[in-house]
Nanobody, 121 residues
Framework: QVQLVESGGGLVQAGDSLRLSCTHS??????MAWFRQAPGKDRVFVGA????????EYSGSLRDRITISRDKSKKTVYLEMINLDSSDTAVYYC????????????????WGRGTQVTVSS
């Protein structure tokens, strides 16, 4: 069983930058992804990173403002976001899989509890 713990959320101002972290347990390294769910909306894909950290996929609407990276020594994956606005207000979830990097939440077996990001204008 892999456990994921997100951190780094909070209340920020429009135009700010933010870095979220997701630390995982387990002996190996996993393809991982970030999803987000805004109030009253479905959970949507933000970005993903493969096992090695070399390959990434980003949501088309966010790719200019986000970067996903991983530090294997810390078993941590990061989501960096710049120029935040109110549309970024959501709960951000980290997910991991034993298979392959994917844009689809159904492909991920392990999920964190989420971290709230609120952008104030």
């Amino acid at each position: 069983q892999v456990q994921l713990v997100e951190s780094g959320g909070g209340l920020v101002q429009a135009g700010d930058s933010l870095r979220l972290s997701c630390t995982h347990s387990g002996r190996g390294f996993y393809p991982m992804a970030w999803f987000r769910q805004a109030p009253g909306k479905d959970r949507v894909f933000v970005g993903a990173i493969n096992r090695s950290g070399v390959n990434r996929e980003y949501s088309g609407s966010l790719r200019d403002r986000i970067t996903i990276s991983r530090d294997k020594s810390k078993k941590t994956v990061y989501l960096e976001m710049i120029n935040l606005d109110s549309s970024d207000t959501a709960v951000y979830y980290c997910a991991a899989t034993n298979e392959f990097m994917s844009r689809w939440d159904k492909d991920y077996e392990y999920w964190g509890r989420g971290t709230q990001v609120t952008v104030s204008s």
